[in-house]
């Protein structure tokens, strides 16, 4: 006889009356995985409204403390009864009943969706990101919106307006930006799943801070309809998760060419495995902590065993990475935060006239990096500036893209660390903006290339006797995100 839901310790759901003795029946939710739930709601271990709930006491414990969620939602039951009615008429999806945490940069129709921005506190999306229409048909429970940098301008989460969010596994560290939110969410076993956007890191670095998977596809492989563009020609979204596999699964959902975004594509690479890795080990010599290097080593390693080849490469215009970064992304972020002007939607401030409305709108609504980045955007598109920096750096973008792609004929993928530092201490690098771009060094590439990239936990290194986790990245021709799916649960398997 299987007993209603207890409530106390979420993972102690259910009690199970067997021959009179009383057995807890766990929802062990530290090793559930996407595939795992799903067998177990097809069986009727446990319901979909008793998982969410599960997932939901424990964000709502760890929340006070680590500030992941903006908001958890208050029709998570009626969410979960849904996908529990799905399961029962045989007509389940992987995701259906999956509890997810959405980076508050997605748009869900009548939700708040405030880019973690004062400028848009209390706006209210009127309509449906297409990856969320996805997520929707696919019978998910949206357990809530997940906290970040302001308008994912960031590498922290300290640049959110509601505060920083505070690394589970240490809380006097950042959990990584921008999608800190999501990543810390999933580590700490208060979602499932989640979706986050990476612009130059942002899932990625987040995810290699908290522990988790974090994938970025190729440019264009997911739609962006629906989400605040931060850096339109750079900007993805993409799934953070407890496995590469779940990370496959999710992507597998949301991906796909959407009418709405002309930059999406439907497409799928094969090529013909090489057994080649590429390492660029010339940009690893130095500005990157000891122990995360010997980290990487080992990872390395694990594919040697495996009969890999690791193979030196050359990619001489990545050192430009960072400078024709933030040259790109501010001037794009100046021309896409126009539209927060007052008028439109968000935060209305009276000034004296209309020029001054806009004025102080965006002077009180915006905080400093969002500022910043507006300035520095403007002055590099600005008459006399634009050929000497703005066309510049976009000319330098292809010759990275460029590298790139001759390194792929000769490797199946290329490997370095995902961040040169483990998680950072809270405040550590706020007075000075250009160490926290440092931090990007290794994520960026990928984005200015348009390729994809995930992050895969590979142990943990440690500090102040913490053990902090840290990531291997694996990056992939364009659309092969297939290789990234394989090679990253050879490396998963391998540490079994
Ligand atoms: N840290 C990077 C930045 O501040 C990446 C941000 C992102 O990927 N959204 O721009």
């Known amino acids: ?35 795992k739930a799903h ?8 319901s979909a409204l008793e998982l969410a709930n599960a997932y939901k006491a424990e964000a709502v414990k760890r929340n006070p403390e680590i500030n992941a969620y903006l908001e958890i939602f208050s029709d998570i039951d009626e969410q979960a009864k849904a996908a529990d009615d799905r399961i029962k008429a045989g007509k389940a999806d992987m995701l259906t009943g999956i509890p997810f945490a959405i980076k508050d940069i997605i748009l869900i129709k009548g939700r708040i969706a405030s880019g973690a921005s004062k400028i848009l506190e209390n706006y209210r999306a009127t309509y449906d990101a297409t990856v969320i229409k996805k997520l929707k048909d696919a019978g998910v429970v949206f357990l809530g919106r997940t906290n970040m940098d302001e308008f994912a301008m960031g590498g922290s989460n300290e640049n959110s307006a509601f505060g920083p969010v505070k690394n589970p596994h240490d809380t006097s560290r950042v959990p990584g930006g921008s999608s800190g939110g999501s990543a810390a969410a999933v580590a700490m076993d208060a979602t499932l799943a989640a979706l986050g956007t990476d612009t130059g890191g942002s899932i990625r670095e987040p995810a290699s801070f908290c522990g988790v998977v974090g994938l970025k596809p190729t440019y264009g492989a997911v739609s962006r309809f629906g989400v605040m563009a931060m850096t339109s020609s750079l900007d993805q979204v993409g799934p953070l998760a407890k496995t590469v596999e779940d990370a496959e699964i999710i992507f597998n959902t949301i991906k796909g060419r959407d009418p709405m975004d002309s930059t999406s594509f439907e497409m799928n690479e094969t090529r013909p495995e090489k057994k080649v890795i590429g390492v660029p080990f010339d940009i690893l010599k130095e500005g990157i902590d000891k122990d995360v290097l010997e980290n990487f080593n080992a990872s390395l390693e694990v594919y040697k065993k495996q009969g890999y080849t690791i193979k030196d490469i050359d990619l001489p215009m990545m050192k430009y990475s960072l400078a024709v970064y933030y040259v790109i992304v501010p001037a794009e972020v100046s021309s896409n935060t126009a539209r927060y002007d007052g008028v439109k939607y968000g935060l209305h401030v009276d000034g004296k006239d209309l020029p001054d409305d806009y004025l102080s709108t965006r002077a009180q609504g915006f905080g400093p990096e969002v500022r910043r980045r507006i300035m520095l955007g403007t002055y590099v598109l600005s008459q006399g500036y634009y050929d000497a920096y703005y066309s510049k750096a976009l000319k330098v973008k292809k010759l990275i893209t460029a590298d790139f792609n001759k390194a792929f004929q000769e490797v199946d ?42 992050s895969v936990p590979s142990g943990t290194v440690n500090r102040d006797g913490k053990a902090l986790p840290v990531g291997l990245q694996i990056i992939a021709p364009a659309f092969a995100e297939q290789v990234l799916f394989d090679l990253g649960k050879k490396f998963e398997q391998s540490r079994l």
């Open 1 to 35: 006889m299987v007993w209603p839901a207890q409530t106390g310790d979420p993972r102690t759901l259910k009690f199970i009356f067997n021959h009179e003795t009383i057995i807890p029946l766990m929802i062990d939710l530290k090793n559930l995985t996407i595939k």
């Open 413 to 454: 993928a290329i490997m370095m660390p995902v961040s040169p530092t483990p998680a950072f201490k809270i405040g550590e690098k706020t007075a000075d903006p250009i160490s926290m771009y440092l931090a990007d060094i290794f994520t960026v590439p990928a984005n200015l290339a348009g390729i994809p990239a995930i």
């Open 39 to 46: 067998e177990h709601l097809v069986k009727g271990d446990f």
